[in-house]
């Protein structure tokens, strides 16, 4: 039996637990506040290049100023973000107000640019953040470093963590919202009123495809261009309409998988939570529009050094609370908060 983590004034808690903004506790309206109604922040970036192994190529985007042994909080957006969406800039100016550096990693493809190669950024993308966190371990050494991720990010971070082990090079991690299994929430996106972001996203994906086959086809020489060929005509492509469907044809053929089947199962972070070691929280919804109830683990599936904090409203990276008028971000309140503690406790 699934239980919520009990709230209380303890290290680990939030000293004020999460509730709805008065009158805004539907969950599409918590999904759809932040991307819709919220002002930005507006904050400063520092652009880095990280070439990986294989030739291609992430941006990490860089908030605050950094010193020695400051930590840094590595954060990574969901599907069709980037480092301008904005969670990802709430948490940073949130990480800045305590002093913290953090870098907001934009997945391939994700930072304005086409990714070099055919390949693309998916939800079973862990090597990419492996890279990532090898290279500011490096860069950083005597820095803290904690991983933040949100839905597909969330993801990625998960499956990590779990394949890592104890050698994640994290001190802690918090993954929000997550599709944990991308199976079971390919079928929830396509239920209801979450049609409607299954179409959007559909149309950003779809976008994302056609912009590197341009560009693949403008230089007939791209060792990648026969991969995309594969794929079929722009056209074509664009009478999908469900993640199956785009999974089938565009994620698994371009990223190595045998088909959606083999990726959803490979790619699932719920797989991997037993194996995670380093102390990681999970913050949830019952009512996210993208999971099912079900897909969200039971506790018994839990490592000792995960917390899952499961809310029973929202949304999908939501956590809107205050009030319509002074709204306030949850997640910018209770993140920072729980990162303190853990180091705290490590000192």
Partial sequence: MRTTVPFSASHDSPSKPFTPALGLGNPHIQTLWGPLWRTKPVIEHRRERLWLKDGDFLDLDWHGTPSPQAPVVLVLHGLTGSSGSHYVLGLQNALAARGWTSAAL?????????????????????????????????????????????????????KYLGESGSESG???????????????????????????????????????VKVKKHRFQLDARHEDLASLTKLGSVKALSKMRTFWEFDDRVTAPLNGYLNVDDYYRRASSRYFLAAIDTPTLIIQST?????????????????????????????????????????????????PQWLAAL????E
């Fill in 106 to 158: 934009n997945w391939r493809g994700c930072s304005g640019e086409p990714n070099l190669l055919a390949r693309s950024y998916h939800s079973g993308a862990s090597e990419d953040l492996a890279e990532a966190v090898a290279h500011i371990r490096a860069t950083h050494p005597q820095a803290p470093l904690y991983a933040v991720g949100y839905s597909l990010g969330g993801n990625v971070l998960l």
């Fill in 170 to 208: 994290l001190q802690g991690a918090v993954a929000v919202s997550v599709p944990f299994r991308l199976d079971q929430c390919a079928d929830r996106i396509g239920l209801g009123f979450s049609r409607v972001y299954q179409a959007h996203f559909m149309r950003e994906m779809l976008a994302y």
């Fill in 287 to 335: 009512d996210d529009p993208f999971v099912f109830k079900h897909s969200i683990p039971e506790t018994s599936e839990l490592s000792a050094t995960t917390q899952l904090e499961l809310h029973p409203k929202g949304g999908h990276v939501g956590f809107l609370e205050g009030t319509p008028g002074k709204p306030g971000y949850y997640l910018e309140r209770r993140i």
């Fill in 343 to 346: 180091r705290l406790e490590s």
